[in-house]
């Protein structure tokens, strides 16, 4: 099967829903505010919240494929969270005022009895909802997408609800127990749980979360397939979705090489991770000078001290430029104490070093669990 021709049942599997969730919402509503239920109200929203969330789904993969242009060179997916986003506002606030009218209906109930409309749209909600559900599941297991995995779970919760309507127009009907206040304030939880997951989503990754461990796992593998890299590290990915990443990693070479053959590697490296997992990434090359001894000599002592100190994972960068020793050192994950503290207790372990020493501490969240 071609891609294309999964994105374009994905975007039938949407347009589908679109209309569905709309006229169910209609639907639901009208009949609910008439008779008086508060829980079919609920629902209408439940409905248009598929709705809208649907519908800034595929405003977002619209938006989101346009290519980059000049006032946004890095491409426009992150719309699709800034469209989240609202739509998890606008949730929250419905999802809000339904609660409240739930708890109105506790106090006092509207709803005096159950008419055949509402049988009815709830069926139909019913019959419609558990074929999206099979529809979604299809279209996901075609394209692996989250966005369509995400609409199968929010219609198997509609099927859900839906049966839990009937099972109270069931026992109002047989009993004459109103427990239409409580579907509603059900429902309501359910609409603002949603509004909430929505909203963190949208905001962890438009805060800048943390790449996927995929991806740094591709780009850590090709780095160690490199012999003539000595090390590596300062990673760093910046995402901006699938189509736009970017990133920059420092790497060790012998000192001795020449500027066209460190170039030569770090292009090399660059086009495969790209070839590999599509991150125009840049490489800072970072010298290493075997040959001096003076300054080995130096090097194998502190490199033999820093790894008596129990938080320090890693380090690298050692260089002496005119007379000053300068180097990185990289905590470990569950270190707690301040960058200052170690920075003065690596001071005093390296108390018998003669020249000046400049030293850099950081932590590397990326690399975190690579040695
Ligand atoms: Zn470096
Ligand atoms: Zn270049």
């Known amino acids: 099967m071609n891609p294309n021709q999964n994105t374009s049942s994905a975007t039938k599997t949407v ?43 595929l405003i977002g993969i619209k938006i989101s494929s346009k290519p980059a242009d000049e006032e946004h060179p890095y491409g426009h997916e992150r719309f699709e969270m800034i469209g989240g986003l609202i739509v998890s506002i606008i949730l929250m606030y419905a999802g809000i005022d339904v609660l409240t009218s739930a708890i109105d209906q506790l106090r006092n109930p509207t709803l005096e009895s ?52 009937l099972i109270g127009f069931f026992v109002q009907t047989q009993y004459n127990i109103v427990i239409d206040g409580y579907l509603g304030l059900i429902i309501s939880l359910l609409i603002l749980l949603g509004a909430f997951g929505l909203m963190r989503d949208a905001v962890t990754v438009l805060m ?9 796992d591709a780009v850590v593998k090709i780095l160690k397939e490199h012999e003539d890299i000595a090390g590596y590290h300062d990673l760093l990915i910046h995402t901006y979705g699938k189509l736009h990443k970017f990133g920059s990693v420092h790497i060790e070479l012998d000192g001795s090489m020449t ?56 380090y690298h960068d050692f260089r002496v430029i005119d007379g000053i020793v300068e180097f990185d050192v990289v905590l470990k994950e569950d270190c707690e104490a301040s960058n200052e503290a170690i920075e003065k207790e690596i001071r005093e372990a390296l108390s018998f070093v003669e020249q000046p020493i400049e030293v850099n501490v950081d932590r590397n969240y990326l690399l975190r669990n690579h040695k």
């Open 114 to 165: 159950i008419h055949i409309a509402m049988w009815i749209v709830t069926i139909i909600s019913l019959v419609v909802k558990f074929s999206m559900m099979v529809m979604y599941r299809k279209s996901a297991k075609q394209n692996g997408s989250e966005l369509l995995e995400a609409g199968e779970v929010d219609s198997r919760n509609d099927v859900i609800i839906a049966i839990a309507l």
């Open 208 to 216: 800048g979360k943390r790449p996927s461990q995929k991806d740094i």
């Open 15 to 57: 347009y589908i829903a679109i209309v569905a969730n709309g006229l169910l919402a209609g639907f639901k509503f009208g009949i609910g505010v008439i008779s008086g239920s508060i829980s079919l109200i609920a629902d209408a929203i439940n409905n248009l919240s598929d709705f809208l969330t649907t519908f800034v789904m």
């Open 259 to 314: 500027l066209n053959k460190a170039h030569e590697i770090a292009d090399k490296i660059e086009r495969e991770i790209d070839e590999m997992c599509s991150f125009e990434i840049v490489i800072h090359l970072d010298p290493i000078d075997y040959y001096d001894a003076k300054s080995n000599h130096v090097r194998l002592r502190i490199s033999k001290t820093l790894k008596n100190i129990p938080e320090i994972e890693s």
